[in-house]
């Protein structure tokens, strides 16, 4: 199971700085404040333009260039916000914080490599932070270098073991690693921590189906439905199951959700097309 795209994204940091006094007045320290409160919302686009004006009085000041590259980070301008976070690091090179969001982009622009570079810059820098940690994991599961992965991704746990995406990040690689009640349990501490969390029950759903357990994996993969409607995974998923149990007019509403929840792209589009046009071919032959 590689990570869906830009994983990395569907996550926020749990670091943020405490609630501060927000300026009303247009200075430079006030749109800092602004732009970070805004990251916190979550409100990108704003929180992107504080920080623009921001780093017109405070051209010199890391946490300005930081904000910036979060903002354009989450805004998808993955070449603007390595810039942000490169320049960072320049006014701050003891900052661990500008190598995590700059191993962060690069990973999300597919160049693993140097994200694990610098995740291992931000981790000599501060050790104690999982955020790091986690993410130099997922970036091992998607280089399917999966006993790597477990290392590092329990080297976050021992960091922090209340993180419901380090446990994600465990059950990914143990799944791909095919063990796969390690994987069940990592999952099950994820959706413990972080209900609504609808990767973690995909992913939780895919154990279950691997460990013959199909109806659960129907329940899971409803779970991971209510919390992201939109998740054609896990409609095509439970369609599959529901084509097992031979619940043949639920799967194909499943099937049909597929298609209303994704672009003729993705991985999942052509197969849910194909099994709806079966389903159609039988209704013909029933019914000349």
Excluded at 14 to 25: I, L, M, T
Aim: proline letters at 4%; a negative charge.
């Amino acid at each position: 199971m590689r990570n869906p795209p830009r994983f990395f994204r569907s996550f926020r940091q749990s670091n943020r700085q405490r609630d501060e006094y927000v300026s009303p007045e247009d200075t430079g320290n006030g749109w800092l404040q602004r732009g970070l409160v805004a990251l916190r919302e979550p409100d990108y686009q704003t929180a992107l333009h504080c920080f623009e004006q921001a780093v017109k009085e405070l051209p010199d000041v890391h946490a300005v260039w930081y904000g910036r590259g979060m903002s354009l980070y989450y805004a998808r301008q993955d070449e603007a916000a390595l810039d942000a976070f490169t320049r960072a690091g320049q006014l701050q090179p003891v900052s661990h914080l500008a190598w995590y969001g700059r191993g962060m982009t690069l990973a999300e622009m597919g160049r693993e490599e140097e994200a694990l570079a610098a995740f291992d810059q931000a981790i000599e820098l501060q050790p104690r932070s999982h955020l790091a940690w986690l993410a130099k994991g997922m970036t091992l599961v998607n280089l399917q270098r999966w006993q790597e992965a477990m290392e590092v991704l329990n080297a976050a746990l021992e960091r922090h073991a209340q993180t419901a995406h380090v446990w994600y990040g465990l059950g990914a690689a143990y799944l791909q690693a095919e063990n796969y009640e390690a994987a069940l349990n990592a999952f099950e501490q994820s959706t413990l921590l972080q209900e609504h969390f609808d990767l973690a029950w995909y992913g939780k759903g895919l154990a279950l189906m691997q460990t013959s357990q199909p109806e659960a994996a129907v329940s899971a993969f409803d779970a991971a439905i209510e919390a992201n409607p939109q998740g054609a995974l896990a409609w095509f998923q439970k369609a599959e199951v529901l084509m097992t149990l031979e619940r043949f007019d639920e799967a194909r509403a499943a099937y049909d959700q597929v298609l209303q929840c994704s672009q003729p792209s993705h991985p999942f589009y052509t197969q849910a097309q194909r099994k709806l046009q079966e389903f159609e071919a039988a209704e013909t032959d029933e019914h000349p």
